[in-house]
Structure formats: C-alpha cells, structure tokens
T-cell receptor, first 116, second 115 residues
Framework: AQSVAQPEDQVNVAEGNPLTVKCTYSVSGNPYLFWYVQYPNRGLQFLLK??????LVKGSYGFEAEFNKSQTSFHLKKPSALVSDSALYFC??????????????FGKGTKLTVNP | ETGVTQTPRHLVMGMTNKKSLKCEQH?????MYWYKQSAKKPLELMFVYNFKEQTENNSVPSRFSPECPNSSHLFLHLHTLQPEDSALYLC??????????????FGPGTRLTVL
C-alpha cells in the first residue's frame, strides 16, 4: 500500500533562514506526490505536486519541493522563511492500488514554527 | 480560498441530535470528498462522489450519511453520533476521479463537537 512518512512532528526555524520539511514515500509504481498547508482553523491549501518531469517543483508562496527517486523523498523547501509560514504541513501520495486512484494518503503532518 | 465553502464552520450537538453539514464548490468540479481530521491522526477519507454517484465509502459507520444532489453540493447527515466523532470535517473537490494527477481543493472545514 502507498504511504508517506513525515519524520518530524515539529520544525523550528528563524525568520530569513531556509526551511526544509521532510517527507519520504513508499509506492508501487509511479509516485504522485502533493504538499498541502493548513493554517489554524482553516482547511488544507494546495501548495504543489510532483507528477513527472523536473525533480524540482515550484509551488505557491515561494515554496518548492525536490523529488528524489533514489531516496524516495519529496522534501518541501523555501529559501527564506517568513513568520507567516508558520502552519501545519502535510505531504500526501496518491494511492494507486486497485480501485484507489482517488485516494490521497496523507502523512501525519509537520508543525512549522518560524521565529521572528 | 472561496472555491470550496462549508457551513456551518462550528457545530455542537448532543448524541441524540440530527444535524447536517453542507459543502459547496464553485470550481466546476465533478468529484467531491468528505474527510475527517482528528487530533493526532492522519486525515481519513470517508466518502467519494463522482458525477453525483458515490464511488467510495471507506467503512464509515452508518450514523454518517452522505448526500450529493448535484456536482456542486455535498451534504453529510449526522445522527446519534458519539463523542469520539468530534473532529474537523473537511470537504474537498477535484475535476473528477480516476486521474491520479488531479488536485483536490479543500474547504475550511466544520469543527464538530459531540457532547
């Protein structure tokens, strides 16, 4: 079965520093990977996705993610963090098992705190 | 942000009440989803509808009853819930199911508390 792991429950960075939120995946077949962000008392907002092609995917709000097939990773990155980036970040993979192509399997989430 | 709306945003109900959650999408999509987000647990897919037809029920208890009258509206009817059903209920939509590259867009959620 498809799965994703977000090894860090919490990440703290200083404003202006680069940030990385980690995600590793396990799939059979081609991986379709997504990142979402959730601000307090809000729903999930789509940031970016990897389907095929370039390993570096650019998304909303200056975020990007690097797909690494050999390490089965899809880490979310931003060169310079803002306090307003503080939120809960979810990695997700499309479940391509039989009859499951509409399923998104989510990680448990990583809480990012950017300190001023 | 306003592509998928959900009402009410907050709901408190007793175990014997009957209530409904409403979701509406303005994105011209054909697939709609209900998810449950509980504290300390990953998002759980509950139901999937594609062109008004239910295509997935992820072993959800019958006290949750979905309804999809058209591709733009999705309801979740609640009755005789349990305190452990307290959670954030998220609605999402996408162009249609069956496309693994398709993106799901989420509403703001309904925070449900069952007393």
């Amino acid at each position: 079965a498809q799965s994703v792991a977000q090894p860090e429950d919490q990440v703290n960075v200083a404003e202006g520093n680069p940030l990385t939120v980690k995600c590793t995946y396990s799939v059979s077949g081609n991986p379709y990977l997504f990142w979402y962000v959730q601000y307090p008392n809000r729903g999930l907002q789509f940031l970016l996705k990897y389907i095929t092609g370039d390993n570096l995917v650019k998304g909303s709000y200056g975020f990007e993610a690097e797909f690494n097939k050999s390490q089965t990773s899809f880490h979310l990155k931003k060169p310079s963090a803002l306090v307003s980036d503080s939120a809960l970040y979810f990695c997700a993979v499309r479940d391509m098992s039989a009859g499951g192509s509409e399923k998104l399997v989510f990680g448990k989430g990583t809480k990012l705190t950017v300190n001023p | 942000e306003t592509g998928v709306t959900q009402t009410p945003r907050h709901l408190v109900m007793g175990m014997t009440n009957k209530k409904s959650l409403k979701c509406e999408q303005h994105l011209g999509h054909n697939a709609m989803y209900w998810y449950k987000q509980s504290a300390k647990k990953p998002l759980e897919l509950m139901f999937v509808y594609n062109f008004k037809e239910q295509t997935e029920n992820n072993s959800v208890p019958s006290r949750f009853s979905p309804e999809c009258p058209n591709s733009s509206h999705l309801f979740l009817h609640l009755h005789t819930l349990q305190p452990e059903d307290s959670a954030l209920y998220l609605c999402a939509s996408s162009r249609q199911t069956g496309d693994p590259t398709d993106t799901q867009y989420f509403g703001p959620g309904t925070r449900l508390t069952v007393l």
